[in-house]
């Protein structure tokens, strides 16, 4: 029983991560009904950047929240600018194009960030400094670190954040505008252009704390990071219900719980017949499940024929 | 937006991209010396890009930095001097850009061939190579159907699984006397293969493997397996994998509360290994074939020398790839020729001390079955535990290692 | 209405001419390397069109169709080489890789059938996947697939004796594996343009379009939305299914490294890039993107030429500019280089929805 607790535990501080990246896929989504592949490697820059501030002022001793809050700061800023540049270079002069015209230049923008990753950071897996002892705590036998409690609090509460601030705030209802029509919401006064700039560079931003969140939690670093990250982040959106905010979480989390309990049990439910090699397979296939019933996902309004 | 300055760029990079047809290789600029100097292209074919991107560096890095000293050495062969020129290229680890890397390289006349790095890339690059009679090294290929094709330019300067999988079983059997182990693999062809290697010797041998686990090349996570494994309580855990995975895999095993031993192949044996895992990389173990580098004769020079050269410290193979540029002029020297023709038939009677220990071949062009070392992290660091002789069960005591 | 133009025979003699000629003007001027990029890049080209029949007749956004590439393939790897020691003909095998990749091609387009755009993308994504993963790891229990090590020593194609993979010389010119194939290639290739056009131009074709410009309006006007789409998908897989035993007869080695999702996505690039739609434009992408990186290689010596000193490592400069030509070439030319005829156009979309 203690396993199996332990094994939602861990299935639940992946899925934060999924949800971190995630929120900046569907984000953009929602806004602009464009998958944008490069996101994953937003959010890998976000990280090695926050790498790269923690080994420097960790080099030099400097008190750990500080670090923190440099690494932070560097990787948004970092992000934001990225995000803003591809959005005005890359995807806004194909906003009257055919569909799939952007999803080809978002791959092209992925390589590029990738390759210049590479350039700066090097193609080597990238240690980042151990910051503080983890301290361990235990809930019904579980063991998990105070750091897996903060990325789980931290995506719930930029939910949280996020849903209040769209439901609220002017931006957000110019956002939503937008997002249901963006040129009668022209017509009405929002500038849409900068509703989507601002999208993007807000979609990046959380790319940028979810990549923080990476590297503190795993301790690594890659340039080729962002792909791995950006697909799982794609699978839980659509889970969820790629452009929902909620959903992006729900999904998230849902994900990383099934990873979690495929990997500890497709072995023993199948006699040994299918191990934890089968775990993606047993995702998608749940992934696929879900959406015969729900073909907008679990928490997706669009059932229609956007075709 | 405007479009305007689309096309200028877009014509420029065209335009520079047809240069190509009139790219051929600048010619050397020709050296007055007192002999006439020889050039003898050497290949080097391994992942420059993409997710392995860093072995494949490693490994084009430490044929370049043999060739420096080659070249740096003034070695004649057949009255000239010879001059060692690289030409290396990127096969991405795709077996069908291998197989184009290969035929460039033919197509080059290179003298010889050191690559690939992944047996995915070896195996159909292998064909043209025999084909065009030029002599391949792998330095990293463990699967054992590349040799066994019938080609002659074949040879790998790895130990292959059923080398090194059965000599870390009998080391868990023998010296650490475990009872209960649970084996992990990364699901590609060199995890895999060790992994079922170390799994079959150690059932034979009475040792209870509790949990056999999967997990891939790109994860990070192995939380769940991880505490899958905590469940059934092993003495110890064997990994078949490579660094970027054991890292973060021994330091969430330490996260977890796990008490078991750690141990892996060489893939593992990197001081990348000791920065990824941080403290937790205390106590863990893993073989690598040859003698502790410490103790070889250009060992420890070689290390150096590529930290200065490259300012990072050596991935992996880096290694191999020296010393399979070594062999092939080591070669080249008993023929006195550089003609693939002649030394090919050389190499396999090939008996070279290198870097990585004492190099012969078999005549299917395997490494002759070597020494392997077990390595332990002791305070931060790789120190050599055990070397384990060809053949098992003689083991010797460790050699008193350079403190 | 289809107002055909007279064949132009002049053009399709001299085509012709440079077709045939073709393997031996590149290996004069280029050498064999370029001989094997345009021997695969022929394969590509079959994918492609096969690919184009999923994404750009029907409209349906297929992220994992490397998936029928590796199940021909595999098909064929299994058959035909020392695995199981069967050694079967590329008569039987080709047609029943066709085959069983077609079934595929329905199985995994039947969950598929109510998902819409990105959705069916990720599904389909999975499926890709789900293959990949199954080729990986069915070593164990029983070895079926030999896993992550892959089957060598796959049988070239011959016929009674006749290896295509080895030299022969007729009437002074010698005629190498990597020609031989090219010239089956090439059959298969005009094959596959033959019966997408042909498919273009029939009742299936337009009700394919009807799908895609409105897949509502379809089936409000009677097209059985349902088995169209799954024939579909089962037509671009037979496709795949080919080319991948003409692939495995090739390359003499399959494993799952060929396979993997960067591959699916780079098939889709190629039928967007190209012109999705337009048979002849996907052939153009798909050419153009197996050759471009390829011949962004010599960057490397043209850094040392021009600059004198190699600024940043060819590899990376490569792949930067490959990226960089992707997201130039769509913004210059959105609806790719080469798209269909005006009349294909689907419905242009305002923002989005």
Not at chain 2, 51 to 71: F, K, W
Not at chain 2, 188 to 197: N, R, S
């Amino acid at each position: 029983m203690e396993i199996f607790v332990q094994q939602i535990v861990n299935g639940l501080v992946l899925g934060s991560i999924y949800a971190l990246v995630a929120l900046g896929y569907t984000m953009v989504y929602g806004i602009l009904g464009l998958i944008n592949f490069a996101h994953g490697d937003i959010t890998m820059i976000g990280a090695l950047v926050a790498l790269t501030v923690a080994q420097v002022m960790a080099a030099a001793g400097l008190p750990v929240p500080l670090i923190l809050a440099a690494a932070g700061a560097a990787a948004i800023l970092v992000c934001a600018v990225i995000g803003l540049t591809v959005e005005r270079v890359a995807y806004r002069p194909l906003r009257r194009a055919p569909r799939l015209a952007p999803l080809i230049t978002a791959i092209g923008v992925s390589i590029l960030l990738q390759y210049s990753a590479a350039l700066v950071w090097g193609k080597q897996y990238i240690a980042m400094p151990e910051l503080w002892v983890p301290h361990k705590l235990t809930l019904a036998g579980a063991q998990f670190t105070a750091l897996q409690l903060v990325i789980f609090a931290l995506a719930c509460l930029i939910m949280a954040g996020l849903i209040l601030f769209i439901r609220y705030s002017r931006m957000g209802r110019a956002m939503r505008a937008t997002e249901q029509n963006a040129e009668v919401a022209g017509l009405m006064g929002v500038n849409t252009h900068h509703v989507i700039a601002f999208t993007f560079v807000l979609g990046s931003a959380i790319g940028a704390v979810a990549g923080l969140m990476v590297v503190l939690y795993y301790g690594i670093g890659h340039y080729f990071m962002g792909f791995m990250l950006g697909l799982k982040a794609f699978t839980a959106a659509v889970l969820g219900g790629i452009g929902n905010v909620g959903g992006a979480v729900l999904g998230g989390l849902l994900l990383g719980v099934i990873e979690s309990l495929a990997s500890g049990y497709i072995g023993d439910l199948t006699g040994g017949v299918f191990g934890s090699n089968y775990r993606d397979v047993f995702a998608f296939l749940v992934l696929v499940l879900v959406l015969i019933f729900r073909p907008s996902g679990l928490l997706g309004r669009h059932s229609g024929d956007r075709a | 937006m405007k479009t305007a300055f689309l096309k200028p760029l877009l014509l420029s990079v065209a335009g520079s991209v047809l240069l190509w047809g009139c790219g051929k290789e600048p010619a050397p600029a020709p050296k007055p010396a007192a002999k006439p100097v020889q050039t003898v292209k050497i290949g080097s074919a391994s992942p420059l890009t993409g997710p392995q991107a860093h072995i494949g560096i490693d490994i084009r890095n430490g044929v370049q930095l043999a060739i420096d000293d080659a070249n740096a050495a003034a070695i004649e062969i057949g009255g000239k001097q010879l001059k060692l020129e690289l030409v290396a290229e990127d096969d991405e680890a795709n077996p069908t850009k291998a197989t184009t890397v290969a035929q460039k390289l033919a197509d080059a006349k290179v003298a010889a061939v050191v690559g690939h790095f992944n047996s995915g890339a070896s195996i159909p690059a292998s064909k043209i190579y025999s084909d065009a009679g030029i002599p391949q090294i792998s330095p990293s290929s463990t699967n054992p159907k590349y040799t066994q094709q019938g080609f002659k330019t074949t040879f790998r300067v790895v130990a292959h699984d059923d080398q090194q999988g059965p000599t870390l079983a009998r080391f868990a059997e023998k010296t650490l006397k475990v009872k209960t182990v649970a084996v992990i693999d990364d699901s590609t062809a060199y995890g895999q293969g060790l992994a079922e290697a170390f799994e079959k010797t150690v059932t034979a041998a009475g040792i209870k493997v509790v949990a056999r686990e999967h997990t891939t090349d790109k994860d990070t996570d192995f939380k769940a397996i991880l505490t899958r494994i905590k469940g059934k309580n092993p003495d110890l855990i064997m990994f078949g994998g490579i660094d970027p995975q054991a890292g973060p895999m021994i330091k969430q095993m330490k996260q977890l509360g796990i008490k078991a031993k750690y141990i892996g192949g060489d893939g593992m044996q990197t001081p990348n290994f000791i920065k990824l895992a941080g403290d937790a990389a205390e106590g863990a173990m893993a073989s690598i074939p040859g003698l502790p580098k410490e103790q070889m004769p250009g060992g420890k020079a070689f290390l150096e020398k590529y930290k200065a050269k490259f300012n990072q410290d050596v991935e992996l193979f880096a290694p191999m790839g020296y010393d399979a540029v070594m062999v092939f002029i080591d070669a080249m020297k008993r023929a006195q020729s550089t003609d693939p023709v002649k030394f090919l038939p050389e190499i396999g009677k090939t008996a070279y001390q290198g870097v990585i220990g004492p190099i012969a071949f078999d005549d299917k062009g395997d490494l002759k079955n070597g020494p392997i070392t077990i390595y332990v992290v002791k305070e931060g660091k790789w120190e050599p535990l055990e070397t384990v002789s060809p053949g098992a069960a003689a083991e010797q005591p460790p050699a008193p290692a350079a403190k | 209405m289809t107002g055909r133009v007279p064949v132009p025979w002049r053009w399709l003699l001299l085509a012709a001419a440079v077709l045939l000629v073709l393997p031996f003007a590149v290996e004069m001027l280029f050498g064999r390397a370029w001989l094997r990029i345009v021997d695969v890049a022929l394969l590509f080209v079959m994918l492609s069109l096969g690919l184009n029949i999923v994404v750009g007749f029907a409209g349906l956004l297929d992220l994992g169709y490397i998936a029928f590439f590796a199940v021909g393939a595999y098909c064929y790897a299994l058959l035909a080489s020392p695995h199981f020691g069967i050694h079967a003909s590329f008569l039987l095998l080709l047609p029943a890789g066709a085959l069983i990749a077609g079934v595929f091609g329905v199985l995994l387009g039947a969950p598929t059938l109510r998902l819409r755009g990105d959705y069916l993308a990720i599904v389909t994504l999975g499926f890709g996947e789900i293959i990949r993963i199954f080729l990986n790891n069915l070593n164990r229990p029983f070895n079926l697939t030999n896993g992550p090590q892959g089957i060598t020593l796959i049988d070239p194609l011959s016929v009674s004796g006749f290896s295509l993979a080895k030299t022969h010389t007729v009437a002074g010119l010698s005629f190498s594996g990597l020609h031989n194939y090219y010239y089956v290639f090439l059959v298969f290739v005009l094959l596959t343009v033959l019966i997408s056009r042909r498919l273009e131009y029939s009742r299936i074709g337009r009700a394919w379009f009807a799908i895609r410009d409105d897949e509502l309006a379809a089936a409000a006007m009677g097209i059985n939305t349902r088995n169209l789409k799954l024939t579909a998908f089962a037509m671009g897989a037979t496709f795949g299914g080919v080319a991948g035993g003409l692939f495995a007869s090739f390359q003499g080695f399959v494993s799952p490294e060929s396979f993997q999702l960067i591959d699916s996505i780079m098939v889709l690039c190629m039928v967007v890039l190209g012109g999705m739609g337009n048979v002849w434009g996907v052939v153009l992408g798909a050419v153009l993107l197996t050759t471009l990186p390829e011949a962004l290689r010599y960057i490397g010596p043209l850094q040392q030429r021009f600059l004198g000193e190699v600024l940043i490592d060819p590899s990376d400069l490569r792949m930067l500019l490959f990226g960089a030509a992707l997201v130039l070439m769509m913004l210059f030319r959105p609806n790719g280089l080469w798209p269909p005829a005006q009349r294909r156009y689907p419905a242009t979309e305002a923002g989005h929805g």
